[in-house]
Each structure stands twice: as C-alpha cells, then as structure tokens.
C-alpha cells in the first residue's frame, strides 16, 4: 500500500522559514516526479514546486522561486525549505507523485497524493 507523509507544517512569523518533508511507503521516490502543492481556503490547489526523477530537474511557481528548494534526500524523502515565508503562502500543502518523465503542474496527473500539513504564516 502505497503512502505519502507530509510532515513539517506549523505556524510561524511574516519572513520566517519553515522545512516541510515528505516521506514515501510501498514505492520508491527515484522512479516517481515528486511535486508540492498547496490549497488556500477558497481557492483551488495550486503548484509549488516539483523535482524530476532524477532530481537532476526542479520546477517552481513564480510565487515561491527564490525562497522555496525542494530537494531529495537517501531516505526516500523529498522536502521543501521554505524561506522568507510570507502571509499569502499559508495553506495546506500536499506532496504528490507521478511516475512520469516529465513534471506536470495539473493535480490530474498525479496518482499519489498525501494527507496534506498545515502553514500558516501570521503577519
């Protein structure tokens, strides 16, 4: 069975950082594209930022380029260092998977969806 586990949320101050990660049960994160997204209330869930299989390849939104990274760690693990963290990014943020070639940034393509975590950011 297959689970993705987001940990990290929480709240903190305007400018403030925060590490999300997301930890993968029954596959293996080096065969899948694994993406971030978020959903504020009221709005629809939105891209983040996502690495390749390879994790040789990173995409994000232009909302977060330059203050979030998301990496890949040996323990099957993706994160998202989220730094300079701004009111306007609270949501809940999800990770998704996608075993793909290429990062999509429609929430359709994706098969494998964590519970989400919550960020909330005061100003």
């Known amino acids: 069975q297959v689970q993705l586990v987001e940990s990290g949320g929480g709240l903190v101050q305007a400018g403030g950082s925060l590490r999300l990660s997301c930890t993968a049960s029954?596959?293996?994160?080096?065969?899948?594209?694994v993406t971030w997204f978020r959903q504020a209330p009221g709005r629809e869930r939105e891209f983040v930022a996502a690495?390749?299989?390879?994790?040789?390849?990173t995409s994000y939104a232009d909302s977060v380029k330059g203050r979030f990274t998301i990496s890949r760690d040996a323990k099957n693990t993706v994160n998202l260092q989220m730094s300079s963290l701004k009111p306007e990014d609270t949501a809940v943020y999800y990770c998704?998977?996608?075993?793909?070639?290429?990062?999509?940034?429609?929430?359709?393509?994706?098969?494998?969806w964590g519970q989400g975590t919550q960020v909330t950011v005061s100003s």
């Open positions: 690495t390749s299989r390879s994790g040789g390849s």
């Open positions: 998704a998977a996608d075993r793909t070639m290429v990062i999509h940034r429609t929430t359709a393509s994706y098969d494998y």
């Open positions: 029954g596959l293996t994160f080096d065969n899948y594209v």
